[in-house]
């Protein structure tokens, strides 16, 4: 009979594989890319194809419907290995598991997860999540797109922005109003619907020119009288911000190992660095000052990486249990914008050039302190829970 310890063992032995997959995979097939496809803000459809055949697209889909069915803690490790080599993929990959198939999982009918389930994990199909408006981001609940009952369809208006995978998902999950007398703000009358990218008068815009994880696309998605069957529903109605919410919990751990990932490749280039870099005839990494903010640097990218792994088993010592994902996200965000500063700073001029990779790397970790809750939405998610521990 096998022992608490060797399933543990086995576990653990299986974790570091699918990992060190991850690593080999993003170092040859991820890496050589990623300065390309940033200049050129360019979604990799093949290595995305090549992703989705080692299993990384039902990274949290049982087996039962063909997905990997990883523990939390050996997905997030998974994600923190590709961030590494390019955060934009990182970022699809995660709205795709963390969120999109998380939600379907969470809330979906038999029929729902029969249907949608098995291609997501083989990747057949990509999808997406889209709560967020041109007039309500962190507000969510003052979201304006409404869901009408028609018969027993529902006919979708509205105007939603910065999707991710906006122009390249085969399925969004899209939030919308559906009580008639429920008008916005108000969490209340949200609905959550599973809605196919190609359904007639469903129209993405052109990618956003952004700062930032240019290999992936964030588009804005205009519904207009958009026909979707009474199958389309997610959950209940009128509960669809309650799933959301629940679903950016688990996205949000997925964004903190996609800063551990960013800071972790900025802090291996500047240790590269100083030792090929010399002035006044000496290897900069001689010099105390250069040996400090590489400590520092060291010392947060560990913390970051303990805390989201202490979050994703729920066990942040002293810690509300609701306020764990914010936490590891808040921290692991700040980490990677600190340190990639620090990067560019220890590169000097050539820091500064797109020639050198610190330089995507400091852009890139901007927006983990923004998107999936910004930092201040973070604090104020702790601090809530901290006034009713
Ligand atoms: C690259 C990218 C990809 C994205 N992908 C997706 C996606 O796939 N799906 C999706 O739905 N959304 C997505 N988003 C949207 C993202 O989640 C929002 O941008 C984010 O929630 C912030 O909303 P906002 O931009 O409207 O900022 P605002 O809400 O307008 O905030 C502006 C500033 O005010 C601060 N602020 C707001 N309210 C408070 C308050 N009560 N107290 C203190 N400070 C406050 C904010 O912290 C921020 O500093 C994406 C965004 C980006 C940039």
């Known amino acids: 009979m096998n022992t608490a310890s060797d399933v543990l063992t086995h576990l653990e032995e299986q974790r570091a594989e699918v990992v060190a997959m991850a690593r080999d995979f993003a170092t040859r097939e991820i890496v050589p890319h990623a300065a390309e496809w940033d200049r050129e803000a360019r979604f990799p ?6 992703l989705a055949d080692l299993g990384f697209f039902g990274m949290l889909i049982p087996e039962e419907y063909d997905g990997l069915g990883l523990d939390l803690l050996t997905y997030l490790m998974v994600l923190e290995e590709i961030a590494v080599a390019d955060a934009g993929v990182a970022v699809s990959l995660s709205i795709h598991n963390s969120l999109a198939a ?10 729902q997860r029969s249907r949608w389930l098995k291609p997501m994990a083989r990747g057949d199909v990509l999808a997406a999540f889209s709560l967020s408006e041109p007039d309500s981001g962190s507000d969510a609940a003052s979201l304006s797109t409404r869901a009408e009952r028609s018969g027993t369809q529902w006919v979708l208006n509205g105007m939603k ?17 559906s009580g008639v007398s429920d008008t916005p703000p108000g969490a209340r009358g949200i609905s959550a619907f599973l809605l196919p990218r190609r359904t007639p008068g469903v129209t993405p815009g052109k990618p956003e020119d952004k700062m930032g994880l240019r290999a992936s696309h964030t588009t804005t998605l205009a519904l207009t009288d958009v026909r979707l069957g009474a199958e389309a529903l997610l959950g209940k109605e009128g509960v669809g911000f309650a799933y959301a919410l629940a679903g950016l919990d688990r996205g949000r751990l997925g964004i903190a ?4 990932g960013i800071s972790r490749a900025a802090l291996d280039h500047a240790v590269r660095y100083v030792s090929e870099r010399k002035q006044f005839d000496t290897p900069i990494r001689e010099f105390q000052a250069i040996q400090f903010r590489l400590a520092d640097m060291a010392t947060r ?3 970051a990486r303990s805390l989201l792994h202490e979050a994703a088993r729920g066990g942040v010592p002293n ?3 609701n306020a764990q994902a914010s936490m590891a996200k808040l921290f ?14 220890i590169f000097g001029g050539y820091g ?11 852009r890139d970790a901007k927006v983990t302190e923004i998107y999936e809750g910004t930092s201040e939405i973070q604090r104020m998610v702790i601090g809530r829970a901290l006034g009713n521990g």
């Open 45 to 50: 459809v093949e290595t995305m194809k090549r």
């Open 102 to 111: 998380g939600m379907i999982l969470a809330q979906g009918s038999d029929e």
């Open 161 to 177: 922005a910065w999707v991710t995978n906006g122009d390249v998902a085969d399925l969004i999950i899209v939030m919308a109003r």
């Open 257 to 260: 190992a996609q800063a551990v």
């Open 301 to 303: 990218v560990a913390a």
């Open 319 to 321: 810690a509300p249990a």
């Open 332 to 345: 692991a965000s700040e980490t990677a914008m600190w340190v990639t500063t620090h990067a560019v700073q």
């Open 352 to 362: 500064y050039m797109r020639d050198y990779p610190v330089e995507r790397l400091f």
